[in-house]
């Protein structure tokens, strides 16, 4: 009987080399995977943006392009609430200046698939409000290629505003893409100074044999308060900001008029100080005229009890709103 042949075992090296093509085999695949599935992201946001310049998305678009791997792609993301009853009204102006924005990257020259603007409305995808913990809005988020959104990735809105042209300076700052602001033209400022010219021209007219009005001091002094007023209330700032007027909270409604930081304010504050400051004028006025005029003693004591209140209470209100901003100042007068 003819004895078993053995075989000799494989070497150690041949058994190796086949592990190091299977892995390289394996690799090459899944890389493979990963690039086609990002062509498909690349060429379905392309497809999108060539509709509108803004693409909305809900919970499951935004994991899908924005939050899952692979990208090499940055993505603006504006979180906001533009349904009628949210009644958000700084949404709807944050989304005008977003839109701007957004058509000023998808007509220039230099647009790419490397930059893409989106937005999430709260009652599309309020599922993507709660994974990220987030309870305001208008927001604005930048999500890069790789890693997470750090701190700088969120504009902060409250202090810069939501002007279409700092959100150009912010993206650029986080994403090396510059975007030149190309807004559709404007002709109601030049139409109002027309007709203000107008106005004054006939108004003029009329008057040309009775111009003693243009010498009348009280007019001119109403005029220059009136300039004051509105820049000592901060209305060239808002100018160049572009502020949101209030701050609506999306989960419980409340709506806040007066920013709680030093270094931001809404535009309906500036009207809040402006009307403060005048009465706080108005009852300086009246305290002169009790002092200065010369009629009844019983109406000169009336008008300076009404002016000493207006000064004393608007006066305490406005140090109350200071108060709030500049957290720690430690002087206050009738109310806290």
Avoid at 124 to 148: C, I, R, W, Y
Wanted: some cysteine.
């Amino acid at each position: 009987m003819a004895s078993a042949r053995r075989l000799a075992p494989l070497p150690l090296v041949t058994v190796g080399s086949w592990l190091l093509l299977l892995s390289c085999a394996q690799f090459g695949g899944g890389q493979k995977k990963k690039e086609n599935l990002l062509a498909e992201k690349v060429e379905q946001l392309m497809e999108w943006s060539s509709r509108r310049s803004v693409i909305r998305m809900n919970g499951d678009k935004f994991r899908r392009f924005v939050k899952a791997p692979p990208r090499n792609y940055s993505v603006i993301v504006m979180f906001t609430a533009l349904q009628p009853q949210r009644q958000c009204s700084v949404c709807r102006q944050a989304n005008e200046e977003y839109q701007v924005l957004a058509n000023s990257w998808r007509y220039s020259s230099a647009f790419s698939n490397k930059l893409f603007f989106t937005v999430v409305d709260y009652d599309e995808g309020a599922d993507v409000f709660q994974q990220l913990n987030m309870n305001s809005a208008p927001t604005f988020m930048h999500f890069p290629p790789k890693g997470k959104p750090k701190r700088a990735d969120t504009f902060d809105l409250q202090r810069i505003g939501f002007a279409a042209e700092q959100l150009a300076k912010w993206i650029a700052d986080r994403t090396d893409v510059h975007i030149r602001v190309f807004r559709p033209p404007n002709y109601s400022g030049t139409i109002a100074l027309a007709l203000l010219v107008s106005l004054v021209g006939g108004l003029l007219y009329l008057r040309r044999n009775n111009l003693e009005f243009i010498y009348n001091k009280t007019g001119w002094a109403m005029a220059a308060l009136c300039v004051v007023f509105a820049m000592t209330s901060g209305q060239m700032w808002n100018h160049i900001r572009g502020p949101p007027y209030a701050h609506k909270n999306p989960q419980n409604g409340q709506v806040s008029y007066i920013h709680g930081s030093s270094q931001a304010q809404f535009v309906a504050e500036s009207h809040i100080i402006l009307l403060l400051n005048a009465a706080i004028t108005m009852g300086m006025v009246l305290l002169n005229e009790a002092a200065t005029s010369k009629g009844d003693v019983g109406k000169r004591r009336i008008i300076c009890l009404v002016g000493l209140g207006l000064v004393v209470f608007f006066f305490s209100l406005l140090l109350s709103i200071f108060r709030s901003k500049y957290h720690g100042y430690p002087y206050s007068f009738l109310i806290k």
